[in-house]
């Protein structure tokens, strides 16, 4: 499975300049961990970094400018962060396998002379076989729409310095290079459409494996907008093998289950009903106008009950670990407080399974979470927790838990995480006198 090791992200709403994790240059830092939560107070720019995935997810999808008016977001200058003239920047650094040499997939988008959002600069970049040190070689590169893309798993474009992306100088060099072995692995680039990603277009060609395989990464994103009315409606019958971003589609995906993977299906109700105490049995069943019905069966009642009856968190609890125990799991998944409408003595458990799945049979999916529930947190690691707070400017800053001595001593005495973050060991003042 693939896996993020570090974002950066610029003059997005509150996140002015964060990094989670590893990039290209802090090699020294460690990576994101499979389960990866990011913790503070409301305001603190959670919902603004759960949301960052989300448009780079929509940008690959609908093109940026579509992106930026999408889900409520306003448009590009309400998105950019208040007070700055700089691009939306992205800088995303990750793994295909766990042994394959990292990627580093760069994006900038700005303001055309029209007022219209379109890709300023777009780059892929890796290290070419057994390159171990030095700066890796440049296998995308757009500005406007226009550059380079170096065919098959290892062809790239070396810059001079770490930063420079000179269009006009790559294309003067290649062309004085034409019947070199560089210059055959090259294609020349012009889109038609500005506003769109380059890997949305290079992604689809059999030529561009490398590139391919990201677009193929970020397509296979899932950020779960699940709210429990959604999973009360009435969706037609007909079994879909996957959970949609709202859930409205619980039904069809249980019917799928028990169609296809019966015996799965019922290790799914048994964990369940050791979650959820009383709930016995759950099947559909489909109405005369061939609307699907999702049924509870209670150990209690005779009678079954139906979703539309169901509190929150059995829904949600068991859209969870629906979701988890997918067949064929999104390479990426990212849940904004799953602890809402659940059990407080759930919360732990549900950090656990979270964790297992990371740590699937084929690698499972990699996982980030925002929350504000310390029963939560209290079931990670300190590696594993990022907290966010607002700066002095009024920007949002990250940090890692386990980057505190402090921190990482108490837990290390068993004293759960999320009680350290309660009593305000986490704060930043604190941390700052430590």
């Known amino acids: 499975m693939p896996r993020i090791e570090g974002i950066r992200i610029q003059n997005f709403r509150a996140l002015r300049d964060v990094t989670l994790g590893r990039l290209v240059n802090t090699q020294t830092v460690e990576p994101l961990a499979p389960l990866t939560a990011v913790i503070g107070r409301n305001g603190v720019g959670k919902s603004s970094l759960f949301d960052a995935f989300g448009f780079l997810a929509d940008c690959l999808k609908v093109g940026v400018e579509e992106a930026c008016d999408a889900r409520g977001r306003g448009g590009f200058e309400r998105i950019r962060s208040k007070g700055q003239s700089g691009p939306l920047s992205f800088e995303v650094y990750y793994r295909q396998q766990p042994n394959s040499r990292p990627i580093t997939y760069e994006l900038a988008i700005d303001l055309d002379h029209h007022g219209r959002p379109l890709v300023r600069r777009e780059r892929l970049r890796q290290r070419r076989q057994n390159q171990r040190h030095g700066r890796p070689y440049s296998f995308l590169l757009l500005e406007d729409g226009q550059g380079w893309a170096w065919k098959g798993e290892s062809a790239g474009w070396k810059t001079d310095t770490e930063d420079q992306f000179d269009i006009g100088q790559v294309t003067r060099q290649l062309k004085s290079r034409r019947k070199s072995e560089e210059s055959r692995e090259t294609e020349e680039i012009q889109l038609e459409d500005p506003r769109r990603l380059g890997i949305a277009t290079l992604g689809a060609l059999k030529q561009h494996p490398r590139i ?8 296979g994103w899932y950020l779960s907008y699940f709210t429990p009315d959604a999973a009360r ?7 879909q093998k996957h959970l949609n971003v709202h859930g409205d589609n619980l039904g069809n995906v249980v019917q799928y289950m028990e169609r296809e993977h019966p015996g799965e299906f019922q290790r799914i109700l048994k964990k369940i ?10 099947d559909t069943e489909r109405t005369n106008d061939g609307r699907l019905l999702l049924r509870f069966n209670d150990r209690g009642f005779e009678s079954p009950f139906y979703a539309q009856q169901m509190s929150d968190g ?7 670990l629906l979701m988890l125990e997918d067949p064929t799991p999104p390479s990426f998944l ?15 458990q549900l950090a656990r399974e979270f964790r ?3 740590a699937g049979p084929h690698g499972g999916s990699q996982v980030f979470v925002t929350t504000h529930q310390p029963y939560f947190v209290d079931a ?5 927790v990022w907290i966010l707070e607002k700066g002095p400017d009024g920007f949002s800053q990250v940090r890692r838990a386990s980057d505190d001595p402090v921190v990482s001593a108490l837990v290390d005495q068993e004293l759960p995480l999320g009680s350290l973050w309660y009593s305000e060991y986490l704060d930043r003042d604190r941390a700052h006198a430590s």
């Not at 391919?212 to 397509?219: K, N, Q, T």
């Not at 799953?338 to 759930?346: F, S």
């Open 212 to 219: 391919s395989a990201f677009r193929r990464f970020i397509e």
């Open 233 to 239: 409606g009435l969706p037609l019958a007909g079994p």
């Open 273 to 282: 009903s050791n979650r959820i105490p009383g709930i016995q049995q759950i």
């Open 314 to 320: 059995t829904l949600k609890m068991f859209a969870y």
């Open 334 to 348: 990212c849940i904004e407080e799953p602890e809402n409408g659940l059990y407080h003595k759930l919360l732990e």
């Open 356 to 358: 297992e799945h990371t």
């Open 380 to 384: 990670l690691l300190p590696n594993e």
